[in-house]
């Protein structure tokens, strides 16, 4: 074509693809992700021909899969159906499902995707995980004033009061990648408070700037009956000639009586408030610095409830990772045992596999089975230690504490439980597989 010869480009079609993106396809439609989705597929057909422990697969998960949506979810809101799809195929490979067999899922991905001191493994929920990446745009939009493309966006949808963000979206035309970003802004503007310079920016009444809440919240009377609800802070402070100022609040009517307690209260908030030279800028609250991150919006945005988890005893501990990895599944109570195979529909005689005496549950066949607890006794009395047993996993790590061991036994004696419950485990597999052979 002469475009070709003229300017030296090459001719394709759209949609394609340009530094990574898609150019020519609805930024919200599902195919826009079939790139993330095969590389996906790509990582896992590699490593499904390796021999893996869940510790393994758990790593493998974190270091790779979890960051490989990552651009384009710092863009795009991700679709729930790809979401789901994408959640589906890291489950998979951490319980080493397999083409036409799929393993027992023993812990459910809403625990797992938890931070391990609520008992999680750390991954990541990825629709909040979206939420907080597209959130640093609405940061960013707040600072970089005289940035091009937050001018194109205002130049589209107007600047909304203060200029910390664009007017609400309301078309149903027209850029809707911003529409999607400026939909989380009541979210993110929660963790925001506004530190006072000149006032300009500031709406007295309805921002954060004055304490943890708006003034309209805290002094809801006094709000009712403001001459102007909606003006900024700079147009209520007059300024003296000596460089100073004093707050000029004005009200429609005179106080009652029994609206003076609440006006002192409002004098004495405001009171330690001035306005300085400088513009106003937003501060994250939930971070110490004031400055945004994508880890601390992801954090604020989980509901995390479980806060009983040894995840100290569980993870922090020189053992293989594949034993913690059993010790968190122990936790949970969710090992492969007699009595929650049976839960899942097995049926099956409930007997421990080692003693042949009581029902089998995880508590049982760690802690007390006879067998087991000679075990026990053997390791306690090398440290010189006599215990009562608490009667279930978690308790047992939660109080597995001792004082006054030299450095080299103390870093042994973090070992011991998790690494004996991966040994009772691995002694009654093999207890499993003779009885099997037997019968055979």
Same mark, same amino acid.
């Given at each position: 074509?002469?475009?070709?010869? /003229?300017?030296?480009?090459?001719?394709?079609?759209?949609?394609?693809?340009?530094?990574?993106?898609?150019?020519?396809?609805?930024?919200?439609?599902?195919? /826009?992700?079939?790139?993330?989705?095969?590389?996906?597929?790509?990582?896992?057909?590699?490593?499904?021909? !390796?021999?893996?422990?869940?510790?393994?697969? @758990?790593? @493998? %998960?974190?270091?790779?899969?979890?960051?490989?949506? %990552?651009?384009?979810?710092?863009?795009?809101?991700?679709?729930?159906?790809?979401?789901?799809?994408?959640?589906?195929? !890291?489950?998979?490979?951490?319980?080493?499902?397999?083409?036409?067999?799929?393993?027992?899922?023993?812990?459910?991905?809403?625990?797992?995707?938890?931070?391990?001191?609520?008992?999680?493994?750390?991954?990541?929920?990825?629709?909040?995980?979206?939420?907080?990446?597209?959130? #640093?745009?609405?940061?960013?939009?707040?600072?970089?004033?005289?940035?091009?493309?937050? #001018?194109?966006? /205002?130049?589209?949808?107007?600047?909304?009061?203060?200029?910390?963000?664009?007017?609400?979206?309301?078309?149903?035309?027209?850029? =809707?990648?911003?529409?999607?970003?400026?939909?989380? &802004?009541?979210?993110?503007?929660?963790?925001? =408070?506004?530190?006072?310079?000149?006032?300009?920016?500031?709406?007295?009444? &309805?921002?954060?700037?004055?304490?943890?809440?708006?003034?309209?919240?805290?002094?809801?009377?006094?709000?009712?009956?403001?001459?102007?609800?909606?003006?900024?802070?700079?147009?209520?402070?007059?300024?003296?000639?000596?460089?100073?100022?004093? &707050?000029?609040?004005?009200?429609?009517?005179?106080?009652?009586?029994?609206? @003076?307690?609440?006006?002192?209260?409002?004098?004495?908030?405001?009171?330690?408030?001035?306005? !300085?030279?400088?513009?106003?800028?937003?501060?994250?609250?939930?971070?110490?610095?004031?400055?945004?991150?994508?880890?601390?919006?992801?954090? +604020? @945005?989980?509901?995390?409830?479980?806060?009983?988890?040894?995840? #100290?005893?569980?993870?922090?501990?020189?053992?293989?990772?594949?034993?913690?990895?059993?010790?968190?599944?122990?936790?949970?109570?969710?090992? +492969?045992?007699?009595?929650?195979?049976?839960?899942?529909?097995?049926?099956?005689?409930?007997?421990?596999?080692?003693?042949?005496?009581?029902?089998?549950?995880?508590?049982?066949?760690?802690?007390?089975?006879?067998?087991?607890?000679?075990?026990?006794?053997?390791?306690?009395?090398?440290?010189?230690?006599?215990?009562?047993?608490?009667? =279930?996993?978690?308790?047992?790590?939660?109080?597995?504490?001792? $004082?006054?061991?030299? $450095?080299?036994?103390?870093?042994?004696?973090?070992?011991?439980?998790?690494?004996?419950?991966?040994?009772?485990?691995?002694?009654?597999?093999?207890?499993?597989?003779?009885?099997?052979?037997? !019968?055979?």
């Amino acid at each position: 074509m002469w475009t070709e010869s /003229v300017f030296g480009c090459k001719v394709g079609n759209l949609p394609t693809t340009y530094l990574g993106l898609p150019l020519g396809t609805p930024h919200n439609s599902c195919r /826009v992700w079939d790139g993330v989705e095969e590389r996906f597929k790509r990582k896992l057909a590699t490593w499904k021909k !390796q021999y893996l422990f869940k510790g393994g697969r @758990l790593t @493998l %998960i974190k270091s790779t899969l979890s960051n490989l949506p %990552i651009y384009f979810m710092s863009l795009f809101v991700i679709p729930r159906k790809v979401r789901i799809r994408l959640e589906k195929i !890291q489950r998979e490979f951490l319980w080493g499902d397999v083409e036409g067999r799929r393993r027992i899922h023993l812990v459910r991905w809403t625990a797992i995707c938890k931070d391990k001191k609520y008992g999680g493994l750390g991954l990541r929920y990825l629709k909040e995980f979206n939420h907080a990446l597209l959130g #640093k745009w609405l940061w960013r939009f707040s600072l970089e004033r005289e940035s091009f493309w937050r #001018k194109v966006i /205002v130049g589209k949808f107007g600047e909304g009061e203060g200029g910390w963000i664009t007017r609400e979206v309301r078309e149903s035309y027209g850029m =809707s990648l911003w529409k999607d970003i400026r939909k989380g &802004w009541e979210e993110f503007f929660l963790r925001t =408070s506004i530190c006072i310079g000149n006032g300009r920016c500031t709406r007295f009444w &309805w921002d954060y700037w004055a304490g943890e809440s708006k003034l309209k919240e805290l002094f809801p009377l006094l709000f009712r009956i403001a001459s102007h609800n909606s003006t900024l802070v700079a147009d209520l402070w007059g300024r003296q000639g000596d460089g100073g100022g004093r &707050w000029e609040v004005h009200f429609r009517r005179p106080f009652h009586d029994w609206e @003076l307690g609440e006006v002192s209260r409002f004098l004495s908030h405001i009171s330690a408030i001035k306005v !300085q030279e400088g513009e106003d800028s937003l501060i994250w609250k939930i971070e110490r610095k004031g400055k945004f991150s994508v880890k601390s919006y992801y954090r +604020s @945005l989980k509901v995390e409830n479980n806060p009983l988890f040894p995840a #100290k005893e569980v993870w922090g501990s020189r053992a293989p990772l594949r034993t913690h990895f059993f010790a968190w599944e122990a936790v949970w109570g969710k090992i +492969s045992t007699v009595d929650m195979l049976m839960r899942r529909g097995w049926s099956m005689v409930n007997r421990c596999v080692l003693c042949k005496e009581n029902e089998e549950s995880t508590d049982h066949i760690l802690i007390h089975c006879g067998k087991t607890r000679e075990l026990w006794t053997v390791v306690l009395s090398s440290f010189g230690v006599v215990w009562v047993f608490p009667n =279930s996993v978690r308790n047992l790590l939660l109080e597995w504490k001792i $004082k006054g061991l030299e $450095k080299k036994r103390s870093v042994v004696w973090k070992m011991v439980p998790i690494c004996l419950f991966w040994c009772i485990w691995g002694e009654r597999i093999e207890e499993c597989f003779k009885k099997k052979r037997s !019968q055979i």
